[in-house]
Structure formats: structure tokens, C-alpha cells
């Protein structure tokens, strides 16, 4: 089955510790893209990748870092630099024809992060 | 900058009643619009999108919507709900600038029966 997984779907972390969330997806999408959602809210950019080895920070990136070594990974580290890092994380990919605004995203399942 | 606005955070229908879930949106040129569904704790699923071609948009479950640019709104209807309909609904608009995906904040679809 093509799709997109996002482990584990539970986290607890400990202040001051950093975390890393696995996003895989093996649908050969070219972009892939991390969100942060809060209650109430829209989904947030965290940060998005249209290549491998290269990715851009999106509208709330502190605290935040990313790879993109495989085209069909694109792992999110929580740094302890993120001071509210509790939320529901989410990973999406796109087939992308070079306008990411156009393109389908594909969501994950999604990471549900808290600090304790 | 763009923006998108979902003009209300809940909405209970009864089964078998029409849905109206409402969206504004701002842009400065012919946006790409989309609306996703979201089940709880689940990710999110694509329900249609407009990029500017037939303003009627179909999409999966018998949802539709209408692109209105004079009234700069995307509102997602169906005709009768379904128990299963009851999730989290968000608009979204891409950023004439950034080309990025601006969500709405969303609203809970409640199916009584």
C-alpha cells in the first residue's frame, strides 16, 4: 500500500530533551512538508522540502530542525530550543510541478508529542 | 497577506439534513482552494480542491463546493449528512506570495441522529 507513515504515534519527552519524529512516505512524491497543530487552531508550517538535500524554513521554525537525505524520509527533530513543544505533528508530501500551492498534500497519521 | 476565515467553529446537523460549512477567503489573484477533512486523531484527507477551473467543485462523500470570487468564498455543502461526515473540516488558500498553504482554524461538524 503507498501512503505516508509517521512514528511513533505517541511521545513523551522530558523538558530539555531533544526528540526526533520519523515521516516516511513511498509514494515518490518530491515534497514533503512538517505542520503543527494546536487545539483550535490551523495547521502551522514548520518546515518543507521540494528536493532532496535541501528544505526551507516555513512560518515557525524555531526550535525546529530537519533533514532530507532520502528522497522518501524527512525525519523532524524537537530541540529543547522550542519552548511549547507539546502539540499534534503532522507530515504531508506532494507530488510537486514546482507551485507547492497547487499540489495535492498527502498527510500522515500524525504524532501526538507531549512534555512532561 | 492572504488569509482564510471559517466563519463557524461548530455546526450540528441532523442526519439526513443538508451540510453548509462556510469559508471566506483573501487573495489578491485566482487562488488555489482547497478543503481537507480531519477524523480525531487521524491525519488529514483531501476533499476537493479549485484551481481555477469549473467553479462547481465535486469532491469524495458527496461533498461539493462553489468558488464565488464576488463574494471571495469557497462554502463545502453536501445534501444529506451522514453519521460518518462528523469530523474536523478546514479551508485552506495558498499564499499568492510564498505559494504556502494557509489553513483555516476549522470547524467540528457535529451528525446527531
Known amino acids: 500500500d503507498g501512503g505516508i507513515t509517521q512514528s511513533p504515534k505517541y511521545l513523551f519527552r522530558k523538558e530539555g530533551q531533544n526528540v526526533t519524529l520519523s515521516c516516511e512516505q513511498n509514494?515518490?512524491?518530491?515534497?514533503m512538508y512538517w505542520y503543527r497543530q494546536d487545539p483550535g487552531q490551523g495547521l502551522r508550517l514548520i518546515y518543507y522540502?521540494?528536493?532532496?538535500?535541501?528544505?526551507q524554513k516555513g512560518d515557525i521554525a524555531e526550535g525546529y530542525s530537519v533533514s532530507r537525505e532520502k528522497k522518501e524520509s524527512f525525519p523532524l527533530t524537537v530541540t529543547s530550543a522550542q519552548k511549547n513543544p507539546t502539540a499534534f505533528y503532522l507530515c504531508?508530501?506532494?507530488?510537486?510541478?514546482?507551485?507547492?500551492?497547487?499540489?495535492?498534500?498527502?498527510f500522515g497519521p500524525g504524532t501526538r508529542l507531549t512534555v512532561l | 497577506a492572504q488569509s482564510v476565515t471559517q466563519l463557524d467553529s461548530h455546526v450540528s446537523v441532523s442526519e439526513g439534513t443538508p451540510v453548509l460549512l462556510r469559508c471566506n477567503y483573501s487573495?489578491?489573484?485566482?487562488?488555489?482552494l482547497f478543503w481537507y477533512v480531519q477524523h480525531p486523531n487521524k491525519g488529514l484527507q483531501l476533499l476537493l480542491k479549485y484551481t481555477s477551473a469549473a467553479t462547481l467543485v465535486k469532491g469524495i462523500n458527496g461533498f461539493e463546493a462553489e468558488f464565488k470570487k464576488s463574494e471571495t468564498s469557497f462554502h463545502l455543502t453536501k445534501p444529506s449528512a451522514h453519521m460518518s461526515d462528523a469530523a474536523e473540516y478546514f479551508c485552506v488558500v495558498s499564499d499568492d506570495n510564498t505559494d504556502k498553504l494557509i489553513f483555516g482554524t476549522g470547524t467540528r461538524l457535529q451528525v446527531f441522529p
Open positions: 522540502s521540494q528536493i532532496v538535500n535541501d528544505f
Open positions: 509514494l515518490n512524491h518530491d515534497a
Open positions: 487573495s489578491s489573484y485566482s487562488p488555489s
Open positions: 504531508a508530501s506532494s507530488i510537486t510541478s514546482g507551485r507547492i500551492g497547487t499540489d495535492t498534500q498527502y
